[in-house]
């Protein structure tokens, strides 16, 4: 077992949308330079616990220690300058920007000097995203428009990168590319909170795994645990 | 006639950039926080109160008191949204409306029970200094607002187009959650961008004041027109704004030069009829 400090910490964690409450009793972590999957059903509450985490929802119970600070409540922006930072569900790329003005908002809590040093790496890492540079992000394909999300995400400088179903509406050999990139992420040791319904392309990264259902936490052990148990299997993953 | 034709021009561009300027700051409130700011006038009548009392009580020149009045609505805008208008909306359009009227209505009356309706103008040197423009004699200040106006939409369009705040206003005007993801705070970006609306009309009162009067009730006017230029513009377009400013402003003067001085709003409308029959977008608009 790797027994790295916990970057994320998440426990007893209660949150949803104003009145209407969705998620009880949460209990997560995230350690250093490992991958872990979220998984569940279409409407689980896995987008909402990521809104939580990100500071864009305010939970109601529990805590979310972040490097060992209590982060629950804290605005966004501060979160993502203290380096937990999401790729939200479809994207939410700026199609009306530049893909270089795209990626320097990813920056944009970081100095001049760090940003363009930022800028540099992330294009080293996407080289169509240089090449397009210049271009309208939305005119950009669906698979580039994906890994500009990523790297506007890498620009923020995350220690903890959340991909709340990076592979939606991408052809096959896009999400060949995306898992690739994904595993690459992790090899450099990036901590990585992935969400996705290719289930078992994301067990096989993953060190960890939880199954999120109506709300609550139906599951958390090794994806081996969780391809042994015959129930979890038939009912949340459909493998 | 023809005679007539140049210095009507003149005229209808003078009042057009305006119009733009003050169409400009409603633009791009509405296209950043996709609000309609129905204080815009009354919020354009006490920034020209402002440039009144600054001349009045220190002597401050209008032109001068571009430096105090735009940065001071600027604030004023920024608090507005931040601690009120902001905080009021709970996620509903109507309570937005009814925080942005409630504001012109306080300001309108404080206006009248203040100032009482009695009109105000400024009497400065060069007031009446006329200037001979190609054969047109345009009085000094209108001339200034021309200049002045066109310049401050241009700094506005550089802002917008190549500060970092710029770029960040445009991101959340387009995708706030993706804005919030990458960490920017939209509130405070929603907050900047009301305040730059308002610093135009700061900007717009000072070159307006000394041509025009000043009364309780003189933001209706120039707000009027610079809805019909936001919608002929096309709702949140800032080229349109621009161009449907000056196109207003050249319409109603040369209106007034073919129809006498009462009907010239007249053809102002006809255009902006005619224009959303046949654009309904407005002439830069996006479709929803
Ligand atoms: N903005 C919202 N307001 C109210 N309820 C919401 C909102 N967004 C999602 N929900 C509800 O929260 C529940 C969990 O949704 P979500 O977190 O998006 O699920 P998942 O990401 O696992 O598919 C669903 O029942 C959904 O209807
Ligand atoms: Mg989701």
Redesign the pocket.
Known sequence: MNRAEPLLEINGLASG?GP?G?LRAITLSVRAGEIVALL?S????????IRTLCGLLTPSAGSICWLGRDIAGASSQSIVAAGLVQVP?GRRIFPNLSVQDNLLLGSYRRGRAARQANLAAVIERFPRLGERARQAAGTLSGGEQQMLAIARALMAEPRLLIL?EPSLGLSPKMVDTLFELISQLHRQGLAILL?EQHVAQSLALASRAYV?EN?AMAFSGTPAQLLASDQLRRAYLGV | MSAALWPALLNGLTMGAIYALIALGLTLIYGVLHIINFAHGSLLMLAMYGVLLLFERTGTDPYLALIVMVPAMFVLGYGLQRFIIGPARHGRDENTILATLGISIVIENLAAWYFKSDTHQIATAYGDTMVDLAGALIALPRLLALAGAMVSCALLALFIRHSDTGRAIRAVAREPEGARAVGIDVAHVFAVSFGIGLACLGAAACFLLPAFYVSPMVGHSFVLLAFTVVVLGGMGSFTGSLVGGLLIGIVESLGGLLLGESLGQIGVFIVFVGVLLFRPTGLFGHHA
């Open positions: 949308y209407i969705i569940g279409n409407g689980a509450g896995k987008s909402t616990l569900e709340d969400v999120l709300g």
